[in-house]
């Protein structure tokens, strides 16, 4: 479903996502973010179409929200590259059955930041799940520099990765492909889960 286009200006990054855009599309209606869903050949690009997500704080950030959200088996490998807060952050979701989400969190004039609880996304994983020629060292190499801001970096990690998309982290006032949004549905299902839980926290905390 098509709405009028939103552009999210504070917020910056993109999902890649292997599969097809229909796919994919599916996929952000039953979720939290309204995106821009952009075919790039094998590869099709989110980015988000509104500042926040659909659901109430603390879950309306749209970038964490899209950043960290699941994909399932038949949507990997996915790799995100998102500005947050000066830092940059890259996500992975490879291929498998069972994997661990992965992420690189990089800062100016520090380079990869150490990221407690988080699990790190190495180079080999980055290229592989890019299925990107280049080496290892050469992504290495983009990482540990740590001049310039995070949308800069991003763009290089990009660009030795081969991966499409680096125009689509400027702030757009128009979209480059659909304006697919989550159903009400989705989010409702969402919001009562997470009444429950607090709820249920609540009389543990009682009790």
């Not at 992965?102 to 150490?114: I, K, L, Q, S, Y």
């Not at 080999?124 to 995070?150: F, Y």
């Amino acid at each position: 479903m098509s709405v009028p286009w939103q552009p999210a200006r504070d917020s910056r990054g993109l999902l890649l996502v292997r599969a097809k855009p229909g796919s994919v599309a599916s996929w952000v209606r039953r979720g939290l973010v309204a995106c821009d869903v952009v075919p790039l050949g094998e590869w099709t690009a989110l980015r988000p179409a509104e500042r926040s997500s659909r659901a109430s704080a603390p879950y309306d950030d749209a970038i964490a929200v899209l950043a960290g959200r699941p994909l399932p088996y038949r949507l990997r490998p996915a790799l995100g590259f998102f500005v947050v807060d000066h830092r940059a952050v890259v996500s992975l979701q490879p291929k498998g059955f069972r994997p661990a989400h992965r992420w690189v969190v990089w800062e100016p004039e520090t380079g990869p930041a150490r990221t407690p609880g988080l699990e790190v996304a190495r180079p080999p994983e980055l290229v592989a799940s890019a299925r990107s020629r280049t080496s290892a060292s050469e992504v290495h190499q983009v990482l540990k520099d740590d001049s310039g801001d995070a949308p800069r970096l991003l763009r290089r990690l990009l660009d030795v990765l081969a991966l499409p998309g680096a125009d689509l982290l400027d702030p757009s006032d128009h979209p480059r492909g659909q304006v697919v949004t989550p159903t009400a549905q989705a989010v409702a299902r969402f919001e009562s889960r997470m009444a429950e839980q607090a709820q249920h926290r609540a009389e543990l905390e009682e009790n």
